[in-house]
């Protein structure tokens, strides 16, 4: 398990002993640890690293514990708090709970006690985290923006956005080119509660190097040739929303100096003016380069990365998520020639499964774009194919034993992605093909070609369908 998707748990209270034993159950647990001496330093560590659990004392210097309880909730949601208290404080606790406290547990406690109330906080984030997931996917209107698998690597990305969308922390987003980052980055926006403030993307590959800093911070009237009035710069025109910084790897180094006083300041200077504009915006960056080892080379500056690396979120690969290819490919082909009913014979599908993508779902797209706008509009077949991918198919042969393998591999895959999405939908057939972003039509088709059964009660309302 990567250490995104591990519970982040944080201990505060006054007494170091105290905090020093319950990192050190959490560590047992599995869980990434933090502590904080009081309530203010507390809610500070939240901004940067947001908490699954918090252990709270009830009494600590300046707010209380029922103070950061109340402003935790208001800022996390979703996270969990208990309460540590002393025998005479049991009531002030229990109310804590009517005021949303998880539970409450009484000093001195036992370890097994501490370690059995982190265990049920930490499986009722987990119930919490899957059931929103399973809601958000229910809902065709605010599906992940265009982002599409049931592999666990892609499910992981998802349950990714689920958990950061709440929040303001900077993301970084990694991955090759045409993986999705952006569509990472609009998912992490548009499902939280920015959705109806700005998102602003800047290519930073694609400014000119000249009027970098006039793009991103904007210019006064007369600041150089060509400024023929104030213009706002993009991270104004974000103002309260997002700024998706795409390929941050390309900003030269003099600029990322001052995205960094950006950063820390929340503000930014006009070209050619002596006035500073407040900004508030959430910085996502993507790129396709290994940050860390440009810093290390002196390419990127190492305070920008781990400023911007505050999470992190690696977009996998088509190769390595190989078994989203139907899916994708069926979604794409509803998307170019939409109630077209065009299947992909298994020939296609082998090089689908072959092939390498180098240019990862973006070639996966104009491939099946391609397929779409030379065929027959009744079958894909390896003919209208990229030569790229007919040329795998000649490598590899086309003898009669490996195609009837290859269709065999085929089937089973395709089977087993439907039946495990239909079973993980309960049998709710207009969520599977949702999910599995296929028409309704060709999902029952496929429901009776793999001999897939029915929920019961659902029997006759199919029956009806079909007649």
């Known amino acids: ?108 406690f036992r370890v097994e006690r501490l370690r059995q109330l982190l265990q049920r906080m930490a499986e009722k984030v987990r119930l919490v985290t899957e059931n929103q997931f399973l ?51 609009h998912a992490i926006h548009y499902r939280g509660p920015l959705a109806q403030m700005p998102f602003i993307a800047v290519d930073c590959g694609s400014l000119v190097p000249t009027l970098m800093e006039s793009e991103l911070f904007g210019h006064e009237k007369g ?40 950063l820390q300041e929340k503000e930014v200077r006009p070209v050619g003016s002596n006035e500073k504009v407040a900004v508030d915006v959430r910085v996502i960056a993507a790129t396709n380069r290994d940050l860390e080892v440009s810093y290390r080379d002196g390419q990127f500056r190492k305070d920008l990365y781990f400023r911007l690396n505050v999470v ?36 296609a599908m082998k090089s689908f499964l072959q092939y390498d993508w180098p240019g990862n779902v973006r070639e996966l797209e104009n491939c099946i774009a391609r397929a779409v706008a030379l065929g027959d509009h009744h079958l894909i077949d390896s003919s209208d194919l990229p030569p790229a991918l007919r040329d795998l198919q000649d490598k590899n042969g086309e003898g009669s034993d490996a195609a009837a393998v290859s269709t065999t591999a085929l089937a089973d895959l395709e089977r087993m992605t439907i039946l495990r999405v239909f079973e993980k939908a309960g049998g709710d057939k207009a969520l599977t093909g949702r999910m599995l972003g296929i028409s309704r039509a060709t999902l029952y088709r496929k429901l009776k070609q793999y001999n897939i059964p029915l929920r019961h009660s659902d029997k006759r309302h199919d029956i009806q369908i079909a007649s």
Do not use: W
């Open 1 to 108: 398990m990567t250490d995104e998707m591990k519970i982040r748990f944080l201990i505060v209270d006054d007494e170091q002993s105290i905090r020093r034993l319950c990192m050190t159950v959490g560590q047992g647990l599995g869980y990434i640890c933090s502590e904080a001496e009081t309530a203010e330093s507390a809610l500070e560590a939240m901004e940067m690293s947001p908490p699954d659990l918090v252990v709270t004392d009830l009494k600590l210097p300046s707010l209380s514990g029922t103070d950061l309880l109340r402003k935790t909730k208001e800022i996390l949601p979703r996270a969990e708090i208990a309460i540590m208290t002393g025998h005479g404080s049991i009531e002030t606790a229990v109310d804590a709970m009517r005021q949303g406290a998880y539970d409450y547990i009484e000093k001195p």
């Open 135 to 185: 809601r958000e996917r229910v809902n065709t209107e605010t599906q992940f923006e265009g982002i599409v698998g049931t592999s666990a690597k892609i499910q992981d990305v998802v349950r990714m956005i689920s958990r950061l969308k709440e929040t303001r922390t900077p993301v970084l987003i990694t991955g090759e080119s045409g993986t999705g980052k952006e569509l990472v980055a």
């Open 223 to 262: 600041s150089f040739t060509g400024a023929l009035k104030t213009k706002a710069g993009l991270f104004q025109t974000a103002n309260g929303g997002t700024i998706f910084l795409d390929e941050i790897g390309e900003l030269p180094l003099e600029l990322q100096a001052k995205l960094l006083r950006v």
């Open 312 to 347: 992190a979120v690696n977009v996998p690969s088509l190769r390595e998520r190989r078994s989203d290819i139907p899916q994708l490919a069926h979604c794409f082909l509803d998307r170019y020639a939409p109630g077209e009913g065009i299947q992909i014979t298994p020939a």
